[in-house]
């Protein structure tokens, strides 16, 4: 502790708070101080650098904010571990060489995304440069998305993707060692971002109509910051949160503070009704409508919709980051939501997902093989060796992906793996004969295969 005190001193410009967070950041970087270090207690620091306790105190809190130190009732305060991140995601998204069929992915069928090519006027025509004091949301594709939008909209936001609204959201709101109920099974990379942030995740688990109603009460008396949702077609199970449901977790949430977050990623191509518990709490509700799935995953387009006193600091933390999304992209989409064609092909690709999703569902059930929900890309399919049925797939060259990094402890229901019904062709459907296969592979008879 003696060492630890010199090498803080040595390091302090100013006996000031700032001065101290600096000289405690300076040790880390130097390795004095490694991840999962004690600092000392506030009264030893104070009286060893001739500081005042509150001095200390607002440094630490300086530290903590950006980060660097985590508060841990027992452990007291200790060096936050590296952030390593993604860590998830990379599993979830470990390619496999040489399928011949990827159902790992996740992503819309590109046959099945509107037609970009519009003609070059309906992209605003003269498109004069926009300055970087222009509003970064185009005024026209604001109105448009107002005026279909589940819940009212106080302030919108446009980002690159939902993963961008995620990644803004979870820096510019969240504080490590904030708690954040999560649905469980969970998309990977928010749960990287959420740990990546070291926010505490606690589980809620998804049954037929959406998030589970006892999880959310039982977390909800862990003192939460937020309930991160998905709307429709959960990602991986394909769950909708049905009206009831909603009205209900709603009512649940109405008594407390808790933000809620909504990443509706499917967005157009759902098939159930679009909805937000903004209809019942319009002073805590983000939503977030990604248009990936939709129109296509390079467009990198989603809004965000919520007070507007909650989105200030994204839009300062973005103001000093990229500034503002592509109005030439705003104006691509302004085109594609105002244009017949592409529409038609909309509401073709959205029946398509169903048709091609319960066509795999159905023919799995007839193996005795059920899976949960109904909307969405994917399918959550109960197996009884993870690897061995991610192995036994692979060896005929179809790639799904594991089900490990979608949860977030044990406890969602056993093994599983997730696999892309949407980009499953009609002529393909026996892919579900292999599944069920799979779904009944053990450790041994995938590797004798
Ligand atoms: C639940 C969920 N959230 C967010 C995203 C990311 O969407 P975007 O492409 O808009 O960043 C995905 C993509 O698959 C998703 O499944």
Known sequence: MRELLSALEARLDSPTAKGLAQAVSRAIRDEVLAPGDQLPPIRRVAEELMVSPTTVSSAWQLLARSGAIRSDGRRGTTVAPDRLGGARYTTALRHQPGSRLDLSTGVP???????????????????????????????ELRDALRANWPCVVDDLLVVDGAMDALDLITRTLFRPGDRVLVENPGFPPLLDLLEDRGVDVSPVGVDDSGPVLDDVAAGLSRKPVAIVVQPRGQNPTGVSITPTRARRLASLLAPTSVLVIEDDSAGDIASSSDLSLGEWLPDRVLHIRSFSKSYGPDLRLAAVSGPASVLAPIRHARAL??????????????????????????????????????LVADRLAEHGILVPGTDGLNIWVPVRDESAAVLRLASQGIAV??????????????????????????????VADAIAEAAGASAWSAQHR
Do not use: C, K, M, N
């Open 109 to 139: 069928d590109p046959r099945l995304l509107p037609d970009l090519r519009l003609p070059p006027g309906q992209v605003g025509g003269e498109v004069a440069p926009s300055s970087y004091l222009d509003d970064p949301v185009l005024p």
């Open 321 to 358: 980051g990229q500034g503002w999304t592509s109005r030439l992209l705003q104006r691509a989409l302004v085109a594609l939501l105002a244009d017949p064609g592409s529409q038609a092909q909309v509401r073709h690709a959205r029946g398509e997902y169903a048709r091609r999703r319960a």
């Open 401 to 430: 992906a594991p089900g490990g990094p979608f949860v977030v402890d044990g406890a969602a229901g056993g093994p599983h793996i997730r696999v892309t019904t949407g980009l499953v062709a009609d002529a393909q459907v026996d």
